[in-house]
């Protein structure tokens, strides 16, 4: 079984400066896809960025941007130019494609200050 | 606009009753996913349907149950509540059976008492 583990129950970055949340995870699988996902208190969980295991190259979606080491089976998430409305749960998830069943770590609730 | 609608947004029930959360998905969405999120974790896959049928189920007893339906809507029962059946319910579809492009709705918060 899958599991995924996010160690940073709780973060804290200024306005405009960088964070890196962290992400492990641990599978017996080749081929897979991870995603970051970010849910505000509206609780709609919203898909930051993800990126396919075969693919070495690391995913960037403006601001985000990932660090994906898959023989360490880390997969970081770098948040350039916090704004205010980062804040939110950022929970990191994996998925097998042929089961399409995401399973998610526990999250790093994110707090974006001035 | 998420593309993806549940209701209701929240309940209450008591302890060995029945519910129905219901979930409406964007036109052409043949996989929908229930999660259950508790309390300060990550959501938990509970099963998912493509086309009509069941093709995946987490560990999660026999008293949750699904049902998708042609026209893109959806339904999680779950029968005899359970106090710790309190949580926040997702539902996600996607227009592929791999599920790469998941778009998840607020969800359903269910309390039992």
């Known amino acids: 079984a899958q599991t995924v583990t996010q160690s940073q129950p709780e973060m804290s970055v200024q306005e405009a400066e960088t964070v890196t949340l962290s992400c492990t995870y641990d599978t017996s699988e080749n081929n897979y896809y991870l995603f970051w996902y970010k849910q505000p208190p509206s609780r709609q969980m919203i898909l930051v960025i993800r990126q396919e295991a075969y693919k070495q190259q690391n995913a960037t979606e403006n601001r985000f941007s990932v660090n994906f080491q898959k023989a360490a089976k880390s997969f970081s998430l770098k948040i350039s130019d916090s704004q205010l409305g980062d804040t939110a749960m950022y929970f990191c998830?994996?998925?097998?494609?042929?089961?399409?069943?995401?399973?998610f770590g526990t999250g790093t609730r994110l707090q974006v200050t001035l | 606009e998420t593309g993806v609608t549940q209701s209701p947004t929240h309940l209450i029930k008591t302890r060995g009753q029945q519910v129905t959360l219901r979930c409406s998905s964007q036109s052409g969405h043949n996989t929908v996913s229930w999660y259950q999120q508790a309390l300060g974790q990550g959501p938990q896959f509970i099963f998912q349907y493509y086309r009509e049928e069941e093709n995946g189920r987490g560990n999660f007893p026999p008293r949750f149950s699904g049902l998708q339906f042609p026209n893109y809507s959806s339904e999680l029962n779950v029968n005899a509540l359970e106090l710790d059946d309190s949580a926040l319910y997702l539902c996600a579809s996607s227009p592929d059976r791999v599920g790469y492009g998941y778009t998840f709705g607020s969800g359903t918060r269910l309390t039992v008492v």
């Open positions: 998830a994996f998925m097998k494609p042929i089961l399409s069943k995401l399973t």
